[in-house]
């Protein structure tokens, strides 16, 4: 069963602005990565978060675990018309060596 | 970072014949292999995980007949398809990566392989 769920939204917003994300999970968890995926391709890893972590940057990209919650956020500022992708929250739950990944969000950047 | 080559990135065939998909990791050595298979504006679904010279561990609901999957080297893990039918038209993708102190790492993906049953 998939354990990381983003909220389910497609996301349309100008180049330059700011994109969020939203992921959530169920059980307790070794770490948390973020994907990217273009159409039709395989997947990219991101930024990886640690349970212990509560917040890392990666060039134009932040991301937020909240261990309370079971939530992570991905932002990406100043976006670009490449930035135009398909993101996913896996994640590494404790007891199992297996990825766990959401429904994923779709994002358009219009130039 | 490391490269992990999947091939072919499609492939068409005749329902009831087979097909095979190859997944290499290029620069590093893989002890696990993992089998997702994705439908069109969907998630990743797990399929299988493939362990270097053991039998793949299968998730509920895959078919392992159906899905034969071989990880008979570190850098090497193949998918066949048995006996294709129309409803396994799908995106296949691997990946591969190194648990460290069993923690899942960063993990590599293949650019994933179309295949269209006719």
């Known amino acids: 069963s998939q354990q990381g769920e983003e909220d389910p939204q497609a996301l349309s917003i100008q180049e330059g602005e700011n994109a969020t994300m939203n992921c959530s999970y169920k059980?307790?968890?070794?770490?948390l990565q973020w994907y990217r995926q273009n159409s039709g391709r395989g997947l990219v890893h991101l930024i990886l978060?640690?349970?212990?972590?509560r917040e890392k940057h990666s060039g134009r990209l932040r991301v937020t675990l909240d261990t309370s919650k079971k939530s992570s956020s991905l932002l990406i500022t100043a976006s670009r018309a490449a930035d135009t992708a398909s993101y996913f929250c896996a994640t590494d739950a404790k007891g199992n060596n297996r990825l766990a990944f959401g429904k994923g969000n779709q994002v358009v950047v219009i130039p | 970072g490391a490269v992990v080559s999947q091939h072919p990135s499609w492939v068409i065939c005749k329902s009831g014949t087979s097909v095979k998909i190859e997944c290499r990791s290029l620069?590093?050595?893989?002890?696990?292999m993992f089998w997702y298979r994705q439908f069109p504006k969907k998630s990743l679904m797990l399929m299988a995980t493939s362990n270097e010279g053991s039998k793949a561990t299968y998730e509920q609901g895959v078919e392992k007949d159906k899905f034969l999957i071989n990880h008979a080297s570190l850098t090497l893990s193949t998918l066949t398809v048995t006996s294709a039918h129309p409803e396994d038209s799908s995106f296949y993708i691997c990946s591969a990566s190194t648990p460290i102190q069993g923690m899942n790492t960063e993990a590599f993906f293949g650019q994933g392989t179309r295949l269209t049953v006719v």
């Open positions: 620069d590093f050595q893989a002890t696990t």
């Open positions: 978060i640690r349970s212990n972590e």
């Open positions: 059980t307790s968890i070794n770490n």
